[in-house]
């Protein structure tokens, strides 16, 4: 069985300055990583995604997170935040498969920018 | 347009009513999803379908029941709605020709039972 930890249910920071959301995962088998982020009173949007190769993902506003396999997790980075970066993060793993139907959600991390 | 849609956004019910919540997808997925969110547990499978024919449990599938009534609909249904049923649910997709199974979400109806 797959299960995802975040290990903080709340960040806050100020405007400008970095920002790191935790995540790790435990699974037996070769695993998919998703961020997902979801802005206030909408749905969850795809942030980025590890699925092989490079353990360095990028996203278009900013974000990267960093697969380490020895350490089972897949951090959340970025090095100046904006207001509108404030938003509930979750981290979602899956693994591949004839079968695979399941996407695990970690419990999500509110991360809350301040001026 | 949104790929996948969900009616109603919000809706407010009374304990013991039968209520339905829809999907609608517009990107040609096979696999339909529903997921409840409630603070601090983040979200959790209720139903899923691989296709038409195909209708699976997910964790919490007690107090509800789905109908797929077309590859491109899946609606939810509360029985007999109760307090804590009350949350924000979610309706998601899949393609089963996508080895890595990202989801797409729908923006959510937030249901209150009172």
């Known amino acids: 069985a797959q299960s995802v930890t975040q290990l903080d249910s709340q960040v806050p920071v100020f405007e400008e300055a970095p920002v790191e959301l935790r995540c790790n995962y435990s699974s037996s088998v070769s695993v998919y990583l998703f961020w997902y982020v979801q802005y206030p009173n909408q749905g969850l949007q795809l942030l980025l995604k590890y699925l092989s190769g490079s353990t360095l993902v990028e996203s278009i506003n900013g974000f990267e997170a960093e697969f380490n396999k020895s350490q089972t997790s897949f951090h959340l980075r970025k090095p100046s935040v904006h207001i509108s970066d404030t938003a509930e993060y979750f981290c979602a793993v899956s693994t591949g498969g004839g079968s695979n139907y399941k996407l695990t959600f970690g419990k999500g991390t509110l991360l809350t920018v301040n001026p | 347009d949104a790929d996948v849609t969900q009616t109603p956004r919000n809706r407010i019910t009374k304990t013991g009513k039968r209520i339905m919540l829809e999907c609608s997808q517009t990107k040609g997925h096979d696999r339909m999803y529903w997921y409840r969110q409630d603070p601090g547990l983040g979200l959790r499978l209720i139903y899923y379908?691989?296709?038409?024919?195909?209708?699976n449990k997910g964790e919490i599938s007690d107090g509800y029941s789905v109908s797929r009534q077309a590859q491109a609909k899946f609606s939810l249904s509360l029985e007999s709605a109760i307090p804590n049923q009350t949350a924000l649910y979610f309706c998601a997709t899949s393609d089963s020709g996508v080895l890595y199974n990202e989801q797409f979400f729908g923006p959510g109806t937030r249901l209150t039972v009172l």
């Open positions: 379908s691989f296709d038409v024919k195909d209708i």
